[in-house]
Nanobody, 118 residues
Framework: QVQLVESGGGLVQPGGSLRLSCAAT????????MGWYRQAPGKQRESVAR???????NYADSVKGRFTISRDNAKNTMYLQMNSLKPEDTAVYYC????????????WGQGTQVTVSS
């Protein structure tokens, strides 16, 4: 059974930084592309960033230049470095991974809350 566990969320002031982690158990995620999604109150879940097995990345326009997705296959972990945070980045952030050729993939984490507020 694959489990994805996010951590690193919290409250941060505008302009601040956070680093989210997604640790996988039950299977090696090195063979899968992975991604981060977020869902703000009253809005649909949206893709934030994706990373392939080879390390190629893709970002939503709203986070380009501010967020960086990465992975450490040896640790079975994916990261999201978030800099220059804005109030509109406030959301629950979800890790997503699994087999398949399109996103979202079948496995989700439980989510971690990110709140950007002064």
């Amino acid at each position: 059974q694959v489990q994805l566990v996010e951590s690193g969320g919290g409250l941060v002031q505008p302009g601040g930084s956070l680093r989210l982690s997604c640790a996988a158990t039950g299977s090696s995620v090195s063979i899968w592309s992975m991604g981060w999604y977020r869902q703000a109150p009253g809005k649909q879940r949206e893709s934030v960033a994706r990373i392939t097995t080879g390390g190629s990345t893709n970002y939503a326009d709203s986070v380009k230049g501010r967020f960086t997705i990465s992975r450490d296959n040896a640790k079975n972990t994916m990261y999201l470095q978030m800099n220059s945070l804005k109030p509109e980045d406030t959301a629950v952030y979800y890790c997503n991974a699994g087999p398949g050729s399109s996103f979202p993939r079948p496995y989700w984490g439980q989510g971690t809350q990110v709140t950007v507020s002064s």
